[in-house]
């Protein structure tokens, strides 16, 4: 490459040479930079390529190559729709057949994974490298994560997806035309609006739900997933008035965490709950009740505490819910719809609930408590005394196994499929290395190299004609 470059920039031109022969030298850079690069892709044709779905536990990758005999090592790059910081993916390194054809499959198993929600859109790309170290990357696919035993029906109108399989007209209309005024509640109380629509998926009942998730508490009744724009309710066709406000409820959720989305911190749970609570129309005459006897006892819960996950148990959670929307139901009435949006862009650019408070409202987080309290003629509370009020909800967190690299078997053997527990490594862009990123971006250094070398040939003659005059 160094005496390639010599040849280019060693030219110079002399005395009057005019922009006809510096475009040549150009040409003949360019010329060299594309023969170089024209021999780094391996060579192989891709007869197959396809992902299975067996919902709910795992989805299927696989490829055929054809006149492959100079195939070295495989990999799938594969990942989801959802928000993240950086551009991430996963990666997986298949066993494999050697010889003129090859086969190499890999399975995505979510029960190691936590699960994708229904509805998500899973994307791969295979990569196959020749003994020469070259590489080639096949088209992106995408496929559909749900399940086929449903036939799942859609409404699409506005800002809403509504997906259910519920065989009954009325019951997806009224579904939908929930959704809708939820969203209208939002904008016109809030000002929150999503950017994109949102996708409703709706199972008939909580259990056909559950079905589809992993890992999630017993009582759970919807799931909202922000960093997707998903969320999805088990709603029996005899409990529509519950259903309606659950919408409400994860929608709000759906739009929180786009307002809010951040890699530098995370929202209160006291803020996302209250404001889908708030979204759903406020709490349920008995979780009234009972908040006001918290009132009346003081034994309301810190605002630390509520900070965190909730408690599973049904009588904290209620407490937790609904304390939840009287602080936020607190600061709209008080202060405004304009300063709540305040408080979820500072949220969203990375400030801590504390700081957020803070430049929002002038106080934070226990300066918030105090007045909260105060409005209803209640002393500040020691925070000590309920350090240990409830124990939240764990969120399990199961990160893939980082496994070894690629396995070839010589010979036109049996396909061997890998054990998915040892092969599957997280990874951003960045995990390729930077061997990988300097051959894919070969033709762009190159081409700037090339460009340099006009430039200085440009210069020089200039220099030599102001010299001679």
């Not at 009224?174 to 904008?187: E, I, Q, R, Y």
């Not at 998915?420 to 061997?435: E, K, N, R």
């Amino acid at each position: 490459m160094h005496d390639h470059y010599g040849f280019c920039c060693g030219i110079f031109a002399e005395n009057g040479e005019n922009v006809k022969k510096i475009a040549a030298l150009l040409t003949l850079c360019l010329l060299f930079s594309y023969g170089f690069t024209g021999v780094k892709s391996a060579s192989a044709v891709v007869a197959q390529n396809e992902a299975e779905i067996n919902f709910p536990t795992s989805v299927a990758f696989s490829i055929n190559l054809d006149s492959a005999q100079d195939v070295a090592q495989i990999k799938l790059h594969y990942g989801t729709n959802r928000d993240t910081c950086g551009t991430v993916s996963a990666l997986a390194y298949p066993e494999f057949t050697t010889g003129s054809s090859i086969q190499a499959r890999w399975e995505w198993d979510m029960r190691q994974s936590g699960g994708e929600p229904p509805g998500t859109t899973i994307w791969w790309q295979w990569e196959y490298i020749d003994k020469q170290g070259n590489s080639a990357l096949t088209d992106k696919k995408e496929i559909l994560w749900l399940d086929s035993i449903h036939d799942w029906q859609l409404l699409e109108e506005g800002l809403i997806r509504f997906h259910y399989y519920e065989n009954d007209t009325d019951y997806g209309t009224t579904l939908k035309n929930a959704a809708d005024a939820a969203l209208n509640h939002l904008h016109e109380d809030i000002g929150m609006i999503p950017d994109q629509p949102v996708d409703l998926y709706i199972y008939s009942s909580t259990q056909d739900m559950r079905d589809a998730v992993f890992y999630e508490p017993g009582w759970t009744g919807g799931l909202a997933y922000p960093e997707y724009n998903i969320l999805i309710i088990g709603i029996d066709p005899s409990q529509l008035d519950w259903g309606q406000s659950t919408e409400a409820h994860e929608l709000t959720h759906v739009l929180v965490g786009d307002y809010t989305f951040s890699c530098l911190g995370a929202t209160p749970t006291w803020l996302s709950e209250g404001l889908a609570v708030y979204g759903e129309g406020g709490p349920s005459s008995d979780q009234v009740d009972f908040f006001n006897q918290n009132v009346k006892t003081d034994s309301l819960l810190s605002f630390n505490v509520l900070s965190g996950g909730f408690a599973e148990d049904p009588s904290k959670a209620d407490l937790s819910y609904s304390q939840s929307y009287y602080m936020v139901d607190y600061l709209i009435q008080t202060y405004g719809k304009d300063k709540m949006l305040g408080l979820l862009q500072g949220i969203k650019a990375g400030d801590a609930i504390d700081d957020a408070l803070q430049t929002t409202y002038g106080f934070d987080l226990s300066g918030f408590q105090d007045e909260w309290r105060r409005s209803y003629s209640l002393a500040s509370l020691q925070e000590s005394s309920q350090a240990q009020a409830q124990d939240p909800t764990p969120v399990p967190t199961i990160i893939p196994i980082q496994g070894a690299s690629s396995q070839a078997v010589t010979g036109d053997g049996p396909l061997l499929q890998s054990t998915p527990a040892t092969q599957v490594i997280q990874s951003s862009t960045a995990s390729l290395g930077l061997v990988d990123w300097l051959r894919s971006h070969l033709v762009l250094i190159l081409i700037i190299a090339g460009v340099n070398c006009l430039l200085l040939i440009v210069i020089m003659v200039l220099v030599r004609q102001k010299g001679a005059k």
